[in-house]
């Protein structure tokens, strides 16, 4: 009785770690592509900050918000954007998306500054257990839209996108993206990889 369950909790423990997580799914299989799909048809209706609640961290407004570009969510997201339900994108869009994001760990980020070309000075990096990783490639707002609160502070808002080299990050990590705004302090965004698709 005793090795019968002894073999049980092994084969029960084999399986936990074969099965596979939650984590930022790379190297999207046809089976995730067609998940990926459905989500995003599911959500045709979803505004942006629900549609990736998923992939986001927000600070809040006039502080900045950031999300993890994945194969997952950028499938999806063409998915909701086709402008017909009977479309889905085919396997050439799913293979251009695969490429772009292949070993890369992106994100997107919301950031808030004073001076219309704020962004173009910002600074991000990724902590990753002791390590502080830079960015491989970065692409920042050249002229920021102005914000509700314009022309007192926080007058401008920039989308920037950064991106770190996937072989540096275990995509089950937490993580901690941090970004230097010019004359104001950094803003740090948490993220647990694990929960994201």
Same mark, same amino acid.
């Given at each position: 009785?005793?090795?019968?369950?002894?073999?049980?909790?092994?084969?029960?423990?084999?399986?936990?770690?074969?099965?596979?997580?939650?984590?930022?799914?790379?190297?999207?299989?046809?089976?995730?592509?067609?998940?990926?799909?459905?989500?995003?048809?599911?959500?045709?209706?979803?505004?942006?900050?629900?549609?990736f609640k998923e992939w986001r961290v927000d600070l809040g407004d006039g502080k900045g918000s950031a999300r993890v570009i994945t194969e997952f969510s950028k499938v999806?997201?063409?998915?909701?954007?086709?402008?017909?339900?009977?479309?889905?994108?085919?396997?050439?869009?799913?293979?251009?998306?695969?490429?772009?994001?292949?070993?890369?760990?992106? %994100?997107?980020?919301?950031?808030?500054?004073?001076?219309?070309?704020?962004?173009?000075?910002?600074?991000? %990096?990724?902590?990753?257990?002791?390590?502080?990783?830079?960015?491989?490639?970065e692409r920042h707002t050249e002229v920021a839209e102005s914000t509700r609160s314009w022309p007192k502070s926080p007058a401008y808002k920039a989308i920037c996108y950064y991106y770190f080299d996937l072989h540096d990050v275990d995509p089950n990590a937490n993580v901690v993206l941090e970004v230097s705004l010019p004359g104001r302090k950094k803003v740090e965004f948490p993220f647990d990889l694990s929960k994201m698709r």
């Open positions: 009785m005793h090795k019968r369950l002894l073999f049980i909790g092994v084969f029960i423990t084999i399986l936990l770690i074969a099965t596979p997580s939650g984590a930022v799914l790379v190297d999207l299989t046809e089976e995730q592509a067609q998940e990926a799909i459905k989500y995003g048809k599911e959500k045709k209706d979803a505004d942006y900050l629900e549609f999806a997201f063409e998915a909701k954007n086709l402008p017909f339900e009977y479309i889905s994108p085919g396997k050439g869009d799913i293979e251009k998306i695969k490429e772009e994001l292949r070993d890369r760990l992106a %994100f997107g980020v919301a950031l808030y500054g004073d001076t219309v070309d704020f962004a173009k000075d910002c600074q991000a %990096f990724l902590r990753y257990k002791n390590k502080t990783l830079r960015t491989t490639e």
